[in-house]
């Protein structure tokens, strides 16, 4: 694979946007360029892999993980498996499985953490796009929070309340978290 192709689906990745043209070849040159045969196991559920797969082109399958339906969930080229593993250790919460021969880039927490301290800007930007993805999910909680707070105090035990009461609870969730406590 040539790195200009290995280079191109880097940018598709969220986790990636935003760096340097020179940083994505690094990162390219660095990972292991491998091609799992149908039926490979990419990543195993509860297995405690030292690298992030991107799937480069090939078909793969989600067999087992949280939130999972009844059959297997397509993962497109594109995908970034297990995408925390190349920065820490951690443990996979999904397998996968290579449907069709699948070429992938496996990025490794060791060729990773290299990278990061020879470019320390590259650590930095993790850290921005991470936390960021952190704040975003903790909103979200706390909007959910309140809109249970809301429903809880103003819907009698046992009734759901009406399309008025909750987009009224919306707006006072809304106002309350426009407040500012010193």
């Known amino acids: 694979?040539?790195?200009?192709?290995?280079?191109?689906?880097l940018l598709n990745v969220p986790l990636f946007q935003g760096l340097?043209?020179?940083?994505?070849?690094?990162?390219?040159?660095?990972?292991?360029r491998i091609v799992y045969k149908p039926g490979d196991v990419i990543v195993a559920a509860n297995a405690e892999p030292d690298a992030a797969v991107l799937v480069v082109s090939g078909e793969?399958?989600?067999?087992?993980?949280p939130g999972l339906g009844e059959g297997a969930e397509a993962i497109p080229?594109?995908?970034?498996?297990s995408e925390m593993t190349m920065l820490i250790e951690t443990s996979c919460t999904s397998t996968v499985v290579a449907r069709t021969p699948v070429r992938a880039l496996r990025i490794t927490?060791?060729?990773?953490?290299?990278?990061?301290?020879?470019?320390?800007?590259?650590a930095d930007h993790f850290i921005e796009k991470i936390s960021g993805r952190l704040n975003a999910f903790m909103s979200g909680l706390k909007e959910i929070d309140s809109s249970l707070v809301a429903i809880a105090g103003e819907t009698p035990a046992g009734?759901?309340?009406t399309p008025v009461q909750t987009q009224q609870q919306a707006q006072i969730a809304d106002d309350a978290s426009t407040v500012t406590l010193h």
């Open 159 to 161: 009734e759901l309340p």
């Open 60 to 65: 793969a399958v989600r067999t087992e993980g």
């Open 20 to 32: 340097k043209p020179l940083q994505l070849t690094e990162i390219a040159r660095r990972a292991d």
């Open 77 to 81: 080229a594109g995908a970034l498996i």
């Open 109 to 122: 927490r060791s060729e990773m953490l290299a990278h990061m301290t020879d470019d320390p800007t590259l």
């Open 1 to 9: 694979m040539a790195l200009d192709a290995l280079v191109l689906p």
